[in-house]
């Protein structure tokens, strides 16, 4: 029912079939998520062969309810805010079919009932984010950056598609409900399985997730995917495509289970990558990119939630992100449209005076990101560091002290962007978004504040920890603990600073984002310009064996 | 025998019959296109009233030579699944083809019956259930693609036209002497060059092991060297890169499936002992069609040369699913023939009308397309890609199934062509943002679009088929699967 809407866009292109479409699906979400029951799509057969069978189905879940749910009603505030945000560009119509295209693929994903569809989906999602990053595709910049991000994503692919074929190997199906209940009804056929063969498996699936979800080290995709629009970057690059990835993991997680080295693995390549994008945003300059980078490390807290079996608290974490991340991104663009595309920092200063309500909701935005007691971050961090801190306490260490560098870079962007003083003339005519920007940015507010007291509990299935397992008050404590130390310290450092007080040598690596970019390049690109030189022509092998001889005689000289 | 079973022949003989028309003077472009929208019909009515169950269906046959105790040679066409999916693709390529040819060409009379002739023979050889026809009728297709390089080609043209010429000419002479010793291989009672009676003869009698070591290569060379398979592929860039589009287009699209399609009929169902002792060199041969190439294909700066290895590289997909030697990677195999040769034919249309209008298919030299062509511009990039294998056009499923199937068998080698879809996207994602995205440059400045559906259907008309197989591939397997079961060695 969903898609069928939403195809309906891509051939009438226009603003308001494309929101109208979006509230449609909204409403339907609303719907399913009321029944709460296990809404099914009838089945149709995409390809049947003997001993595979593929069909294109739709299922709805509680863990696909609640996933829609933010898809679809953070999408719906987006769209409405990037009619104000793009009003003036000529590809609107462009625009708005691009991102209708994005919600058709990202609630194929969400409904998907099997291991292909949602890979096809997945795809689709990597293809809308290349077409709209590239949105400007004048930019040789944009151009670049949606070529990088669709290769980063396809080496992730090239992972997920072998994991599903070797699940399909070993199973005989890649529906979730059949797989399910082969691995219930048939331990036996689960252990005469060797464990690496498995984690070889989960491995796979998990690369999906790390193109996706931009983990280490394919993450170098997501910060120049900033060079899309705002509200691309908002819905796509921080609130609903980015986080497909732990809400795959989420969805496969009976099958990871079974492996203890892959959730292993799956736990510190997300606490490394929150720790490692949290340094690198602490020295950004452009405001996108310290959100950015911020997505980096919340996306890394999800994954580690997985990797220490805590889907519930890493769906709970999604959730709130999303809400938070959008109205900070949004409210970025906001100052951003205000300024006349200014992106730096370093530029802005003393916002609150011309941008009130763009000031406020994005104070909530940070206050919710950095966990201040009581808004919606703060309940959902806090869950994930209370398993850590049960899990592992290594993990646990590292979580808590990536809350307090989240703390110290958002204070910093923040004070310095809207506090202080004017820093450029450019600022003083500065103006406030129209209605249709402000109004969304305000809901979303709302929801950041109110977002955590939204149980997710009975809708995600199981708890990872009980809660009386001990240590609550402690975890609670520290994060808060946390909370200040980073806050104050950023507020000590910035609050009166013109430029960058921070220069030493070290700090220097942060904003160089530890040379992963150089290293790719020496690595990969390099080499590969080097074979090109020798290959190219492609003349050193066969040619000049077979061809070769003849090339003596003139009549078939090369030129 | 019913009307029905004189499709087959009216399919050949009409470009036949058209060819001798305007060499009498009917006006050759308008001739050509009814004649190839008429046996796209013809097609159309075949597809439509084709029976589900396995094997050849509205056969006729006539008798030719027959040399009793030696040889007999019938005229004989039929179709089954796997032809029936070849005769979509070409004829579909076919009035594309000749819906793009230039207008004003030169030599027009010539030119037009130089295209017939390519889409007449592959229609021959895609229906001939003779061995002798099937490779005859290739033969005729070849000429007239000779020609058409060699006359009406662009730069570099008789280079690549005699390059192509000795390869393909080399190709077919080990391909006939691998057909001679699969005939005179056979026990001499059932001895046959109907396929219907070979399929019966080799299934009490199959070839000993012996005989099928020796078999195995020369046909896997002989068909290979027209497929392209490394290292007997670089005829195929340079051949393609000056090829006028028509030519382009039949040839990568079409006639190079022919390669394919032989070998899914005499060398995929009747050598499996010969397949084990070969496996390896063939893994080798294939890994390096898309692994090597794959990697020339990205250090190309030519536009048309980079789709030229590009096709070179998908080969190695579809040998890789012909290896699996099970009807889940033969059926991809196929699907992905179908898409690669809509794919192909796509892309290399458009590429020359890239070159026309910039004059240039230098990558430097080229950029900001989209800006000034932008329905030009959707179309390549759609083709660009279903060729780096997008989910929702036909070349996607075709992979996908590939490496399912293939996996059942190889898994080690599986995960290595995987990588292809990495490499793949950077060439393609790279050609389409130095050619489209960007500022416009000297070359792209002063270009005109594609004047709405006018200039565009037969592109369309070749998208809307990708996106048919793409969207919804079952059609075609049903097609194709009975006839992929009994050819499954597995």
């Known amino acids: ?559 | 025998m019913t009307s029905l079973n004189l499709l087959p022949l009216f399919l050949v003989l009409l470009p036949v019959l058209a060819s001798l028309a305007i060499a009498l003077g009917a006006p050759a472009r308008k001739t050509a296109l009814v004649t190839v929208l008429a046996n796209l019909g013809a097609v159309l009515v075949l597809a439509l009233s084709m029976p589900s169950t396995p094997g050849y269906h509205f056969v006729s046959s006539f008798p030719c030579i027959a040399l009793p105790s030696f040889f007999e040679i019938n005229f004989t066409l039929g179709v089954d699944g796997l032809s029936l999916a070849m005769l979509i693709l070409t004829s579909v390529v076919s009035v594309a083809a000749v819906a793009v040819s230039p207008k004003n060409v030169r030599r027009e009379a010539e030119f037009y019956i130089c295209v017939l002739m390519i889409s007449c023979g592959a229609l021959g050889a895609f229906l001939s259930l003779d061995l002798f026809f099937l490779y005859v009728f290739h033969e005729v297709a070849l000429i007239p693609t000779f020609l058409l390089i060699g006359i009406w080609g662009g730069l570099d043209r008789r280079y690549a036209a005699t390059q192509m010429t000795i390869y393909l000419a080399a190709g077919s002479l080990v391909l006939l002497a691998g057909l001679m010793a699969f005939y005179f291989a056979m026990p001499e009672a059932g001895r046959s060059l109907d396929l219907r009676q070979i399929s019966i003869t080799l299934a009490d009698d199959p070839f000993s092991a012996g005989d099928q070591k020796i078999i195995y290569p020369l046909l896997l060379a002989g068909f290979g060297i027209l497929i392209s398979l490394v290292p007997f592929h670089s005829w195929a860039p340079a051949g393609y890169a000056s090829a006028p589009a028509p030519a382009a287009m039949l040839h990568a699209g079409v006639l190079k499936k022919f390669g394919l399609y032989g070998l899914l009929r005499l060398w995929v169902p009747y050598l499996p002992e010969g397949a084990e002792m070969w496996v390896n060199v063939l893994l080798v041969l294939l890994l390096a069609n898309v692994l090597y190439i794959g990697l020339v294909t990205m250090a190309q700066k030519e536009l048309n040369l980079m789709l030229g290895f590009s096709s070179v590289m998908h080969m190695g997909y579809i040998f890789l699913g012909l290896a699996s030697g099970n009807s889940i990677g033969l059926s991809g195999a196929v699907v992905l023939m179908v898409s690669h040769g809509l794919t192909a034919a796509l892309l290399f249309g458009l590429a020359s009308v890239i070159r026309e209008k910039t004059g240039t298919s230098t990558l430097a030299d080229l950029g900001g397309l989209a800006t000034k062509a932008p329905f030009l511009s959707f179309l390549f990039i759609i083709g660009a890609l279903a060729s780096m294998g997008t989910p929702g056009l036909g070349n996607f499923a075709g992979e996908l199934l590939i490496f399912f199937g293939a996996w059942k068998s190889y898994p080690e080698a599986t995960f290595l062509a995987v990588w292809g879809i990495v490499i793949s996207a950077i060439y393609t994602l790279r050609a389409v943002r130095s050619t489209f995205y960007g500022e416009t440059r000297a070359a792209t400045e002063q270009v005109q679009d594609f004047k709405g559906v006018i200039d565009a259907w037969p592109y369309l008309l070749l998208v809307a088929l990708l996106l048919a197989i793409g969207l919804q591939p079952q059609w075609l397997i049903k097609m194709i699967e009975p006839a992929m079961q009994l050819i499954a060695p597995l």
């Open chain 1, 1 to 559: 029912m969903l898609i069928t809407v939403f195809l309906h866009p891509l051939k009438k292109v226009s603003v308001f079939s494309s929101i109208a479409a979006c509230a449609v699906s909204f409403a339907g979400s609303v719907l399913i998520f009321a029944q709460q029951g296990q809404a099914k799509l009838s089945a149709l057969e995409w390809a049947t062969l003997p001993g595979l069978k593929i069909t294109i189905g739709g299922m709805a879940d509680p863990l696909a309810c609640l996933m829609l749910l933010v898809v679809t009603g953070v999408g719906l505030l987006i769209h409405i805010f990037a009619y104000g945000y793009m009003k003036e560009d000529p590809g609107l119509s462009r625009f708005f079919a691009k991102l209708s295209l994005f919600m058709f693929s990202m609630l194929g994903i969400v409904l998907a009932d099997n291991l292909v569809m949602m890979f096809i989906f997945w795809e689709l999602v990597g293809l809308s984010s290349y077409l709209l990053i590239g949105f400007w595709f004048q930019r040789p910049s944009a151009a670049e950056a949606a070529k990088k991000a669709f290769v980063v994503n396809r080496i992730g692919d090239f992972g997920f598609i072998l994991g599903i074929i070797a699940i399909w190997a070993l199973f005989g199906s890649v529906h979730f409900d059949e797989l399910k209940q082969i691995i219930s009804s048939r331990p036996d056929l689960v252990n005469a399985i060797a464990p690496g063969v498995l984690t070889l498996a989960a491995f796979g699936l998990f690369m999906g997730c790390m193109g996706k979800s931009a983990q280490v080290p394919l993450h170098v995709w997501l910060p120049d995917a900033m060079e899309g629009p705002t509200p691309v970057s908002a819905l796509i690059h921080a609130a609903t495509m980015v986080a497909a990835g732990v809400y795959m993991l989420c969805r496969v997680f009976f099958i990871l289970e079974l492996s203890v080295s892959a959730l292993q693995l799956i736990m510190w390549i997300g606490a490394i990558t929150s720790v490692f994008a949290a340094l690198i945003a602490l020295q950004q300059n452009d405001i996108k990119r310290i959100l950015a980078y911020s997505t980096l490390s919340q996306l890394g807290y999800m994954v580690m939630a997985v990797g220490c079996s805590a889907t519930t608290e890493a769906m709970f974490h999604l959730g709130t992100h999303a809400f938070f991340k959008a109205l900070l991104f949004l409210a970025a663009g906001s100052v951003i449209h205000g300024l006349h595309h200014e992106q730096d920092i370093w530029k802005m200063g003393n916002l609150k005076k011309y941008m009130p309500i763009t000031f406020a909701t994005f104070l909530v935005g940070t206050l919710a990101l950095t966990g201040f007691p009581g808004l919606s971050g703060f309940f959902s961090k806090e869950s994930i560091l209370f398993v850590a801190y049960h899990k592992n306490i290594a993990v646990f260490a590292i979580g808590m002290f990536t809350a307090f560098l989240t703390a110290f870079y958002m204070t910093r962007l923040f004070v310095v962007a809207f506090l202080g003083r004017e820093r450029t003339e450019d600022v003083a005519h500065a103006h406030e978004s129209p209605k249709v920007m402000t109004i969304p940015l305000m809901v979303l507010a709302v929801l950041s504040v109110i977002g955590g007291f939204i149980g997710m509990d009975h809708y995600v299935g199981h708890h990872a920890v009980e809660h009386d397992a001990g240590g609550y008050g402690l975890v609670m404590g520290l994060s808060i603990l946390c909370f200040l130390l980073g806050t104050g310290l950023a507020w000590f450092v910035y609050h009166q600073a013109e430029e960058e007080p921070c220069q030493l040598s070290i700090f220097k690596v942060l904003r160089d984002k530890f040379y992963s970019d150089e290293i790719y390049e020496m690595c990969l690109v390099k080499p590969q310009a080097g074979f090109g030189q020798s290959f190219g022509s492609d003349r050193s092998l066969a040619g000049r064996w077979f061809a070769g001889p003849f090339e003596q005689h003139h009549c078939l000289r090369w030129r």
